[in-house]
């Protein structure tokens, strides 16, 4: 696989956090999605999370380490990542809070390295 350079990779990385954030649809439906549905593009499901997260690790090392949007990211992230509660939520049903917080996570990625 080709190495791609820290410009392209960075506008890579805001091109896919973009999409994520504009080509998913916030609206949490009845029926649980999967990934062989035809009609996926839900921020719902688990694997939209995922995105984000690692899209926003990857743009964090574009980001002033003195922004003072990080503290913010970072609390997201913790969320995501570390928390019982959210795990708790992707075995049963994303609400509505877990998508705002996606949303807001990507916002502020966007905003440090200055695409937001």
């Known amino acids: 696989m080709k190495e791609l350079g820290p410009e392209l990779e960075k506008a890579e990385t805001v091109k896919r956090l973009k999409s994520l954030r504009d080509d998913f649809s916030d609206d949490i439906p009845d029926e649980i999605l999967h990934s062989n549905d035809e ?21 964090l090392s574009y980001a002033s380490k003195d922004a003072p949007e990080l503290e913010e990211i970072k609390e997201i992230m913790n969320y995501f990542t570390d928390s019982e509660e959210f795990r708790g939520k992707m ?18 990625a966007l905003k440090v390295v200055g695409e937001g």
């Open 39 to 59: 009609d996926n593009k839900y921020k719902v499901r688990g694997s939209w999370f995922q995105g984000v997260i690692a899209d926003t690790e990857g743009l």
């Open 91 to 108: 075995a049963s049903r994303t609400e509505r809070s877990d998508i705002d917080k996606g949303n807001r996570l990507i916002e502020l």
